[in-house]
């Protein structure tokens, strides 16, 4: 937060206060469809994705959060109306989570955090303008190997399986794309 | 913006002040790729579109702004780099601009207004979650009927051939499904 915004000395301890730490397991579930999502996330460390499942039945994750970012279905969070995603962890982590009632309190508390909300929001909306374009511009491959020069060492860590659905397509083509780019 | 804060008495001619009117025309451009996007825009009256020109030369538009959104390629407006993206005017439009820089003041003085930017923000990241659900669960034929449930008036209001450049098909494909729903 010290980053993007000058915090008061005594601000650690009451931002602290708002926050819970939840440490959790590979695959353990902050947010199942059809529960609202109460909380905000954000990653200390280890790996969160959002996620709906689909008429077939088959889970189709749309976003992932790696460390020091923030991650929620913010639908659901502004509203506190039920979810139509979900929230996994795809590494064992550990998440500094901040319900929306606390998140509403302590923003009265400490004005200057909207600032630092703000600017959370805006580069997150900034980076789905880019989303979108990359959607419409480029073929599957060239998604592919966008995303791996941007974040190289993410498509190292995340299993196949997923990045190949956040891509939007099947882990076999994912698999035949990586060996062509070998070869 | 008093539907989101409460703004103190005095606020109204201080943002005034930050703000230049826009009168334009039809195909005006307050973008073009390559430019730095020097402002955030408000839709007073009218309608902006952002896009971008792929390497065969065609536009393709990525999301429209009517009456009370705002508009910006906020990677380029956040950084003040050069844009990829263009935004023109759909139709005769009435646009409230701030640019990078009064909004910066603005925000000093004011900084209640970090409370909307945090809101519009949020509310606009929720809107983009949604639309890669849209994209990854629906086909095209399904992505524009739900387009036409959520913005009935705003399908007959603008060029079908824009639209469909949104909704990631060609005119004559979206023609095609226009023509099986009313038969």
């Not at 913010?74 to 109306?81: D, E």
């Not at 498509?155 to 062509?180: D, H, M, N």
Request: aromatic residues 16%; contains cysteine; hydrophobic residues 40%.
């Amino acid at each position: 937060m010290q980053k993007f915004v000058n915090l008061p000395e005594d601000a650690c301890p009451i931002i602290a206060d708002h926050f819970s730490l939840l440490v959790i397991k590979k695959k353990e579930n902050l947010l199942i469809n059809g529960q609202v999502c109460r909380a905000n996330y954000f990653v200390e460390q280890g790996c969160l994705r959002l996620y709906f499942t689909n008429d077939q039945g088959v889970e189709q994750t749309t976003q992932f959060a790696i460390e020091n970012w923030w991650l929620s279905d913010y639908s659901s969070y502004a509203t506190q109306q039920p979810s139509t995603f979900g929230i996994q962890a795809v590494e064992n982590s550990r998440i500094m989570a901040i319900s929306w009632q606390a998140q509403e309190t302590l923003l009265k508390q400490l004005p200057i955090l909207e600032k630092y909300f703000r600017l959370v929001y805006q580069k997150a909306y900034a980076a789905y303008q880019w989303r979108i374009k990359y959607i419409y511009d480029y073929s599957k491959e060239e998604m592919y190997h966008q995303f791996l020069k941007n974040y190289p060492e993410f498509v190292q860590r995340v299993p196949q399986y997923l990045l190949a659905s956040f891509l939007g397509f099947t882990p076999e083509y994912l698999s035949e794309i990586r060996k062509k780019s070998i070869s």
